[in-house]
């Protein structure tokens, strides 16, 4: 009790107010009760009830039953640097004194633990790429509105970067200060589109640590006058935004990276990518979780310009246009198809348990392909074993549904809200009138 009274103490000290102990709902967004500096105590203690029954994709607990009690993990509190008023800790929900079996955070929770029954510990790298723009009357501009006189694209272009100096300055300022080692940040191929990369984590952390920073980066724009949005594909014609998982296996032991074997893939790595591979129709469903999501899923579209898109089920050494990417300059799996909609804490569950279930099974993966796919003919994509990716969000619902292995992961329970939560959204949108639907047939037929 002397420690938390020092605690407390010392975040008054930094300005702390009130304290949220998060979770996330289906969508990853972080929800939770505002608690002041003052009781935090009773906070850790389990005192915050919720009606998680009434939130996204969070099953069912109706008004009759027991609430959710929130319980922060206080060794991972983070102090916003941006408002010091407000600290975070990351939260499991429990429901009779047990974990509550839809809680995203819970769900990763059991798979990292499963991870380390093996000896293993699983470090992911995040590649954060996303849209900043400003609402003006001639629809959504970039927040730097030169973007759009340097065709065909701004990525990388340094005078585009450093007019984006208001945004990109303070956003690598409140990383560094968390400690997240931020290493570069660039303009992106799209206008008004970003990417940070930092320091990669442990599975659990670094969940957590893109929960922040996605607040982090609504705040910053707002700042701006402008949104941070997350959308996969927020225009037809401009790149789609994506989240590469940068997943590695270490030894829990002394940290080794266990994917490595002098300087190529350890037979380990090649078993962890063969489950990954063999999951892969069932990770889509959670890794492009939205309608949205399978626009971006194109080698061209409405472009000008070729998308970078994975497109097939397949992996390559540098090949951009699969899902599964073994980079040449690190050791680890890049899964390519994760994108900036994606539920950090059930992504990063789905790819970690589907490589778990490589290594224990010894999944044997097929031949590397690396070749541009963009470019072959469908006979050619045969005969190297390219499957496609699934197209639509059904696509990859109906083989979540039909996975014995994602129901093993989430859960009977947490599967059937998933499946029901995105089915909606899925019919919702199959039942919208798009408007070039009305250009392209009202007056046609």
Not at 74 to 81: A, E, N, S
Not at 340 to 364: E, P
């Amino acid at each position: 009790m002397d420690n938390l009274n020092s605690k407390i103490r010392s975040l008054k000290e930094q300005g702390v107010e009130y304290v949220f102990g998060f979770y996330v709902d289906i969508n990853g967004a972080p929800k939770s009760k505002c608690v002041p500096i003052e009781s935090l105590a009773s906070m850790l203690g389990g005192s915050e009830l919720y009606t998680v029954g009434a939130l996204e994709g969070m099953g069912e607990l109706g008004p009759h039953e027991d609430e959710c009690a929130g319980y922060p993990d206080l060794d991972r509190m983070i102090v916003l640097p941006w408002d010091r008023r407000f600290a975070l800790i990351p939260s499991s929900l429990r429901l009779d004194g047990t974990r509550y079996n839809q809680d995203s955070r819970n769900l990763l929770l059991n798979v990292t633990e499963e991870a380390a029954e093996l000896g293993f510990v699983a470090n992911v790298g995040i590649e954060p790429e996303f849209y900043v723009v400003r609402d003006t009357e001639g629809g959504w501009e970039p927040l730097v509105a030169s973007d759009r006189i340097n065709p065909p694209t701004c990525g990388y272009d340094i005078e585009a970067t450093m007019l984006a100096e208001p945004f990109l300055g303070p956003m690598v300022k409140y990383m560094n200060e968390l400690g997240w080692g931020v290493y570069s940040f660039d303009h992106e191929g799209g206008d008004g589109q970003y990417e940070f990369n930092f320091r990669y984590a442990d599975a659990l952390t670094m969940a957590d640590r893109m929960t922040i920073f996605r607040l982090m980066a609504k705040h910053v724009a707002r700042q701006n006058g402008c949104i941070a949005t997350f959308m996969p594909k927020p225009f037809q014609d401009d790149f789609g935004s994506a989240s590469h998982i940068n997943i590695s296996i270490a030894s829990a032991k002394d940290g080794e990276n266990l994917f490595a074997s002098g300087g190529a893939y350890s037979e380990l790595a090649m078993h962890f990518v063969a489950g990954v591979l063999e999951h892969a129709r069932a990770i889509s469903a959670v890794v492009c979780p939205t309608v949205n999501s399978y626009k971006r899923f194109t080698s061209k579209g409405f472009m000008d310009e070729i998308s970078w898109a994975p497109i097939f089920q397949a992996w390559g050494e540098n090949n951009r246009t699969l899902m599964c990417r073994m980079p040449v300059n690190r050791h680890c799996l890049e899964v390519r198809t994760a994108d900036s909609a994606v539920n950090y804490y059930l992504g990063i569950a789905m790819v970690l348990a589907a490589g778990l279930d490589g290594i224990k099974r010894k999944l044997t993966a097929p031949e590397p392909v690396n070749v541009d796919t963009y470019k072959l003919a469908p006979a050619d994509l045969v005969d190297r074993g390219c499957v496609p990716l699934p197209r639509t969000l059904d696509e990859a619902l109906d083989a979540f549904e039909e996975s014995g292995f994602a129901r093993e992961v989430f859960g009977e329970e947490f599967h059937a809200t998933f499946l029901k939560h995105k089915r909606h959204e899925s019919h919702e949108f199959r039942t919208v009138v798009t408007e070039w639907e009305i250009q392209k047939y009202l007056q046609r037929i």
